[in-house]
């Protein structure tokens, strides 16, 4: 596509000129405005059809609104029942975005040091709507573009789009410096003791360059050099060369290159270019037919990824058949040719930026949807990923890109994961100062992170569930000293316990074999969520005021193995805890309307997008009856044909939102089915909503419920009044919650979940 007259003029270079003169020392970025462009959105959007750079603008304007509505929506910018008409309008048909004002800068960066140049360009295109209130929803639109040469071979000092060859001169030559950089900088990236796995590929033999050899450890001539690439890669689907009993022999004899697959190629020529002698790809590494071998070897999988020179990453290869070093084709880029003399200018529009952790490029790619390759992401010190668009590198203090992104960072995946797994403050056991004014982290927050993504992913043999998880769990459990139970943590169970589908109405699926105990997210099929951290996340505004409460408490457990791994397979397990039990009354569909307030005080909070049921509960004694309604739903689409008198709720924890003149609470919990005449009890579902009340109807509306009207009765937030005097709002050291008291308090019962 053709570029417009205002692009075509766009004084890109000339402030990269400007730019480039300023003292680079400075604290401060310098940035240069650029003017003569496009005035309104209104005038980009009707440019776009034709003009490539103006559709690239909306497109990125487009990807950025999500996520300034997540962010309204999380911070309560507006009252959440009355969201603004045109919330959810392409940009292009909200009237305050088409006459929005546009600003565009350019920004110069100076980059972290990979070994690379340190100059980085960054043009900013901006809409902003002038004036607004705090209840519009039409915050300011950015759109982000690299701005790069076009010749991988130029001598600029910034940032150059990656070539078409993955292997081209230019690549191999970012590669080395990144693995130079970081072998006489970054002391904590080198495995010290490493030492060769137990079989490896010789993949350069001084004598025949023409095969692999498959050594073993025990039979090698030990030698100075103990360096050895791991692959990490997608079987795929079709048949596989792997090592069995009955090849072992033939491939120590030597494979043929030529006969490898082509991702197993692809993997010797990257390490014969970086000048590495060894190489390990699991599928010939172990012998896929013996039982005893596989449990032994893939036991060894977090030291074997761990101790590894480098992890390569086949990360566009769907297959073994494909391979990974496949021609590169620029994305998003519109092409400037300066009036003067100067370099072809390319400008890439980037990932939008977020609040959140900094954008995986790679989380498109085949690699990032298999369930197996989640730990051989995770374990590495150091790894290089071959995308589909470039090349990326990832150590324990630097991340990179081959097209110039650099991000500094303390620790690998596994060093955060094991950083938060030994934080003691979780998110039930935090008080209010300290979540006021501490940091985010908190207890186990990055495992239940990692488990999101792993459910997401694609896993061939449901019985794989927990081994594919087994090295990065052993290697947690060595730096946590924490038992694991399925999963789950014991210093993070109740947080553990509040997992839920993810995808809304498809609910999660039965795996058809035994894998895990009900009360494991490893004893279904499908992507769960744990909601008590982001519900954590929304409650900090309230953090001076009330606090996460657990109801629940761990008292045993056992799980019964079936492998040697203690991190693998299981065939069996109970988890015995104390809590609150409710026997369920009545379950009904989820209200669509919000729930009202029935005490009028605030702005309710949102609610879970993943409940469909409302669920009724009673407790009965001897001097009161208690009885509430909460949200939530089933796991699996046939658990909803439980008997209810067989039905229970299980409360795990509480979390009161105290506002001026009372509170209201939200509830995490269980529901559970009870097994035959015991206290043993299977998971089928969760609770994660406001305690809820039912709004008594007008005659009107009761007429409309003879008529079948769904809504004529309906149900409102329980607002409970405060027992303190106003004054004592905002006093912090007050015992968590002494301004809630628990308004469904009974005292807790052992139950044994299995």
Same mark, same amino acid.
């Given at each position: 596509?053709?570029?417009?007259?205002?692009?075509?003029?766009?004084?890109?270079?000339?402030?990269?000129?400007?730019?480039?003169?300023?003292?680079?020392?400075?604290?401060?970025?310098?940035?240069?405005?650029?003017?003569?462009?496009?005035?309104?959105?209104?005038?980009?959007?009707?440019?776009?059809?034709?003009?490539?750079?103006?559709?690239?603008?909306?497109?990125?304007?487009?990807?950025?609104?999500?996520?300034?509505?997540?962010?309204?929506?999380?911070?309560?910018?507006?009252?959440?029942?009355?969201?603004?008409?045109?919330?959810?309008?392409?940009?292009?048909?909200?009237?305050?975005?088409?006459?929005?004002?546009?600003?565009?800068?350019?920004?110069?960066?100076?980059?972290?040091?990979?070994?690379?140049?340190?100059?980085?360009?960054?043009?900013?295109?901006?809409?902003?709507?002038?004036?607004?209130?705090?209840?519009?929803?039409?915050?300011?639109?950015?759109?982000?573009?690299?701005?790069?040469?076009? *010749?991988?071979?130029?001598?600029?000092?910034?940032?150059?789009?990656?070539?078409?060859?993955?292997?081209?001169?230019?690549?191999?030559?970012?590669?080395?410096?990144?693995?130079?950089?970081?072998?006489?900088?970054?002391?904590?990236?080198?495995?010290?003791?490493?030492?060769?796995?137990?079989?490896?590929?010789?993949?350069?033999? /001084?004598?025949?360059?023409?095969?692999?050899?498959?050594?073993?450890?025990?039979?090698?001539?030990?030698?100075?050099?103990?360096?050895?690439?791991?692959?990490?890669?997608?079987?795929?689907?079709?048949?596989?060369?792997?090592?069995?009993?009955?090849?072992?022999?033939?491939?120590?004899?030597?494979?043929?290159?030529?006969?490898?697959?082509?991702?197993?190629?692809?993997?010797?020529?990257?390490?014969?270019?970086?000048?590495?002698?060894?190489?390990?790809?699991?599928?010939?590494?172990?012998?896929?037919?013996?039982?005893? *071998?596989?449990?032994?070897?893939?036991?060894?999988?977090?030291?074997?990824?761990?101790?590894?020179?480098?992890?390569?990453?086949?990360?566009?290869?769907?297959?073994?058949?494909?391979?990974?070093?496949?021609?590169?084709?620029?994305?998003?880029?519109?092409?400037?040719?300066?009036?003067?003399?100067?370099?072809?200018?390319?400008?890439?529009?980037?990932?939008?930026?977020?609040?959140?952790?900094?954008?995986?490029?790679?989380?498109?790619?085949?690699?990032?949807?298999?369930?197996?390759?989640?730990?051989?992401?995770?374990?590495?010190?150091?790894?290089?990923?071959?995308?589909?668009?470039?090349?990326?590198?990832?150590?324990?203090?630097?991340?990179?890109?081959?097209?110039?992104?650099?991000?500094?960072?303390?620790?690998?995946?596994?060093?955060?994961?094991?950083?938060?797994?030994?934080?003691?403050?979780?998110?039930?056991?935090?008080?209010?100062?300290?979540?006021?004014?501490?940091?985010?982290?908190?207890?186990?927050?990055?495992?239940?992170?990692?488990?999101?993504?792993?459910?997401?992913?694609?896993?061939?043999?449901?019985?794989?569930?927990?081994?594919?998880?087994?090295?990065?769990?052993?290697?947690?459990?060595?730096?946590?000293?924490?038992?694991?139970?399925?999963?789950?943590?014991?210093?993070?169970?109740?947080?553990?316990?509040?997992?839920?589908?993810?995808?809304?109405?498809?609910?999660?699926?039965?795996?058809?074999?035994?894998?895990?105990?009900?009360?494991?997210?490893?004893?279904?099929?499908?992507?769960?969520?744990?909601?008590?951290?982001?519900?954590?996340?929304?409650?900090?505004?309230?953090?001076?005021?009330?606090?996460?409460?657990?109801?629940?408490?761990?008292?045993?457990?056992?799980?019964?193995?079936?492998?040697?791994?203690?991190?693998?397979?299981?065939?069996?397990?109970?988890?015995?805890?104390?809590?609150?039990?409710?026997?369920?009354?009545?379950?009904?569909?989820?209200?669509?309307?919000?729930?009202?307030?029935?005490?009028?005080?605030?702005?309710?909070?949102?609610?879970?997008?993943?409940?469909?049921?409302?669920?009724?509960?009673?407790?009965?004694?001897?001097?009161?009856?208690?009885?509430?309604?909460?949200?939530?739903?089933?796991?699996? /689409?046939?658990?909803?044909?439980?008997?209810?008198?067989?039905?229970?709720?299980?409360?795990?924890?509480?979390? /009161?939102?105290?506002?001026?003149?009372?509170?209201?609470?939200?509830?995490?919990?269980?529901?559970?089915?009870?097994?035959?005449?015991?206290?043993?009890?299977?998971?089928?579902?969760?609770?994660?909503?406001?305690?809820?009340?039912?709004?008594?109807? /007008?005659?009107?509306?009761?007429?409309?419920?003879?008529?079948?009207?769904?809504?004529?009765?309906?149900?409102?937030?329980?607002?409970?009044?405060?027992?303190?005097?106003?004054?004592?709002?905002?006093?912090?050291?007050?015992?968590?919650?002494?301004?809630?008291?628990?308004?469904?308090?009974?005292?807790?019962?052992?139950?044994?979940?299995?």
């Amino acid at each position: 596509m053709a570029l417009c007259d205002k692009c075509k003029a766009f004084g890109v270079y000339g402030a990269i000129v400007s730019l480039s003169s300023h003292d680079s020392n400075e604290e401060e970025p310098p940035s240069c405005p650029i003017s003569n462009w496009h005035a309104h959105l209104r005038d980009i959007h009707e440019s776009s059809g034709s003009c490539n750079l103006c559709a690239l603008v909306m497109k990125g304007w487009r990807e950025y609104r999500p996520e300034l509505i997540k962010s309204d929506l999380q911070n309560a910018s507006f009252p959440l029942e009355y969201p603004p008409e045109d919330l959810y309008d392409d940009i292009a048909a909200i009237g305050a975005y088409l006459n929005g004002e546009v600003e565009v800068e350019v920004e110069r960066i100076n980059r972290s040091d990979d070994g690379r140049h340190k100059t980085q360009f960054i043009m900013r295109i901006t809409c902003n709507v002038g004036v607004r209130t705090s209840s519009d929803g039409y915050g300011a639109l950015c759109a982000r573009l690299r701005i790069a040469d076009t *010749d991988s071979n130029s001598a600029v000092p910034w940032d150059r789009l990656a070539g078409q060859d993955p292997l081209s001169t230019q690549a191999v030559q970012i590669c080395r410096t990144w693995l130079r950089t970081c072998s006489e900088n970054h002391q904590s990236c080198v495995a010290e003791s490493a030492r060769l796995p137990t079989r490896f590929l010789d993949i350069s033999d /001084p004598a025949d360059s023409t095969h692999v050899f498959l050594k073993e450890l025990q039979n090698f001539k030990h030698n100075t050099d103990s360096r050895y690439v791991a692959l990490s890669h997608c079987w795929g689907t079709g048949p596989n060369l792997c090592t069995t009993q009955s090849t072992l022999q033939k491939h120590k004899q030597g494979i043929k290159v030529s006969e490898l697959p082509p991702t197993f190629r692809d993997a010797v020529n990257v390490a014969r270019n970086l000048n590495v002698r060894y190489l390990w790809i699991d599928s010939l590494c172990i012998v896929q037919d013996d039982p005893h *071998d596989w449990q032994v070897e893939s036991a060894k999988m977090a030291s074997i990824y761990r101790d590894a020179y480098f992890v390569l990453g086949a990360a566009c290869g769907e297959s073994d058949a494909e391979g990974f070093l496949h021609a590169r084709h620029w994305q998003d880029v519109a092409t400037l040719t300066p009036v003067d003399k100067g370099p072809i200018l390319a400008l890439q529009l980037l990932p939008t930026e977020t609040d959140e952790d900094r954008v995986d490029l790679v989380s498109q790619e085949p690699l990032n949807k298999r369930a197996w390759c989640l730990q051989e992401r995770y374990l590495p010190r150091r790894m290089l990923l071959y995308g589909s668009q470039q090349i990326l590198w990832e150590c324990q203090k630097t991340s990179a890109s081959e097209e110039g992104d650099i991000r500094l960072h303390d620790g690998s995946h596994l060093e955060r994961i094991c950083k938060t797994a030994n934080i003691p403050a979780s998110v039930l056991a935090r008080t209010c100062r300290e979540r006021y004014e501490g940091d985010k982290d908190v207890n186990y927050v990055d495992w239940y992170k990692m488990v999101e993504d792993y459910t997401g992913r694609f896993i061939t043999k449901s019985s794989d569930r927990l081994p594919a998880l087994s090295g990065l769990a052993k290697a947690v459990s060595q730096s946590s000293k924490d038992e694991y139970l399925a999963g789950l943590w014991k210093n993070g169970l109740i947080e553990g316990l509040t997992w839920c589908g993810s995808q809304g109405a498809e609910k999660l699926e039965e795996p058809g074999e035994y894998i895990a105990p009900s009360w494991s997210w490893a004893s279904v099929t499908g992507s769960v969520r744990f909601p008590i951290y982001s519900w954590y996340e929304r409650a900090r505004w309230s953090a001076n005021m009330s606090d996460f409460e657990s109801l629940a408490e761990y008292v045993s457990h056992s799980l019964d193995l079936l492998d040697l791994d203690q991190h693998g397979r299981l065939k069996g397990g109970w988890l015995r805890i104390n809590a609150p039990v409710f026997p369920i009354t009545s379950l009904e569909p989820h209200q669509s309307s919000a729930p009202s307030l029935v005490l009028y005080f605030g702005v309710a909070p949102m609610r879970s997008p993943f409940a469909d049921k409302t669920i009724g509960v009673r407790r009965e004694s001897s001097y009161e009856t208690i009885e509430a309604w909460l949200e939530g739903g089933f796991d699996k /689409p046939h658990d909803e044909n439980v008997s209810l008198d067989k039905l229970s709720v299980v409360f795990l924890a509480r979390l /009161p939102l105290i506002l001026e003149h009372g509170f209201m609470e939200h509830r995490f919990g269980l529901i559970v089915e009870k097994m035959g005449d015991g206290e043993q009890y299977r998971r089928v579902g969760f609770i994660d909503g406001l305690v809820l009340r039912k709004v008594y109807t /007008p005659l009107k509306r009761w007429a409309l419920k003879l008529a079948g009207d769904p809504d004529a009765e309906t149900y409102g937030v329980a607002g409970f009044r405060r027992p303190i005097q106003d004054g004592d709002m905002h006093d912090l050291d007050k015992r968590p919650n002494r301004l809630a008291y628990d308004a469904l308090w009974v005292r807790g019962t052992d139950i044994t979940l299995v």
